[in-house]
């Protein structure tokens, strides 16, 4: 199966709509589509894996069976997340 990593780090993020939406609007936005990208990954056939150090999105990916790890730090674990599918299947072959 192939594994597709999907970095979150907040729900509270979306700065850049911060003039055009409230903070409770952006965060529901931000939900919604990580809902959309999980449920696509899901529906084309791999295993999706949310790589996050981010409490809030731990609890939703862990809800999905989404969750890759979140103890270590964001950037350890999108290494161990590599480590993972060159295992499942090496680069280059």
């Not at 696509?40 to 056939?45: C, H, K, L, R, T």
């Not at 674990?77 to 993972?84: G, M, T, W, Y």
């Given at each position: 199966m192939t594994i597709a990593g999907i970095p979150i780090r907040t729900f509270a993020g979306m700065a850049r709509l911060d003039g055009h939406l409230p903070a409770d609007a952006r965060a529901a936005l931000a939900r919604a589509v990580a809902t959309h990208v999980l449920d696509?990954?899901?529906?084309?056939?791999c295993e999706p894996v949310v790589v996050t150090s981010d409490a809030?999105?731990?609890?939703?990916?862990?809800?999905r069976d989404a969750l890759g790890a979140d103890r270590f730090g964001y950037r350890r674990?999108?290494?161990?997340?590599?480590?993972?599918a060159q295992r499942l299947r090496p680069l280059g072959r």
């Open positions: 696509q990954v899901v529906a084309a056939g809030e999105v731990g609890t939703w990916a862990r809800s674990e999108l290494l161990n997340l590599v480590k993972r």
